[in-house]
């Protein structure tokens, strides 16, 4: 069965404390991993994909990268603005389109 | 700029009633997608369509819930009757199949008293 495991459930970071989002995955074929940031009350909004082993995507405080089982969320230099639950989904080959997600990953940045 | 529209984005109903829900994806985007979100369970994929065509609705309780696409620009989800148990957050996502990613919008929260 196709399974997606976010770690830790939550996490609490002074600002400037650099840290990783671990995301394991079983599928049956990987066509892509996903990563969404949500803030309370909204939709998730999308912030990469990733779609080979070895591949990395970085966008302002953010780099996502990605094995042959999980994929790490790296947070540099955290601001209280990042603050948000972090989710992630993969689309497996025989599942068309569909993502499956993970719980996510709830960040809190104190200043 | 383009985003996906969900409306209401509040609902508030008493059991056995029905509600529906209303999403308008982002033009040009051919697959459309519900979901529903609970702190239990999570994000949880109930049907998805593409190019108006249902393909995948394993998700939905059948007996209370239906999907449809009457036209390009419009995703409905119906559920009749209610359940206090659908209580959660339903979000519309729309996307190319090419690509993969799928854009959110903001959500219809429903509560079933």
């Known amino acids: 069965e196709d399974q997606v495991t976010q770690s830790p459930e939550a996490l609490r970071l002074q600002e400037g404390e650099s840290s990783s989002l671990n995301c394991s995955y079983t599928?049956?074929?990987?066509?892509?991993l996903f990563w969404y940031r949500q803030d309370p009350g909204k939709g998730p909004e999308f912030l990469f994909t990733l779609y080979s082993a070895g591949e990395e995507k970085e966008k302002e405080r953010l780099k996502a990268t990605l094995t042959k089982k999980e994929s790490f969320l790296h947070i540099t230099a955290p601001k209280p603005e990042d603050s948000a639950t972090y989710l992630c989904a993969v689309q497996a080959n025989q599942a068309g389109t569909a993502l499956i997600f993970g719980k996510g990953t709830t960040l809190s940045v104190s200043s | 700029d383009a985003r996906v529209t969900q409306t209401p984005r509040h609902k508030v109903t008493e059991m056995g009633q029905e509600v529906t829900m209303r999403c308008q994806p982002i033009?040009?985007?051919?697959?459309v997608f519900w979901y529903r979100q609970t702190m239990m369970q999570g994000l949880e994929l109930l049907a998805y369509f593409r190019n108006r065509a249902p393909l995948d609705d394993s998700g939905m309780p059948k007996d209370r819930f239906s999907a449809e696409m009457p036209d390009a620009t419009l995703a409905t989800l119906k559920i009749q009757p209610s359940e206090p148990r659908d209580s959660a957050v339903y979000f519309c996502?729309?996307?190319?199949?090419?690509?993969?990613?799928?854009?959110f919008g903001p959500g219809t929260r429903l509560t079933v008293l």
């Open positions: 599928v049956s074929g990987l066509r892509g």
């Open positions: 033009l040009g985007h051919n697959t």
């Open positions: 996502a729309s996307g190319l199949e090419e690509g993969g990613e799928q854009f």
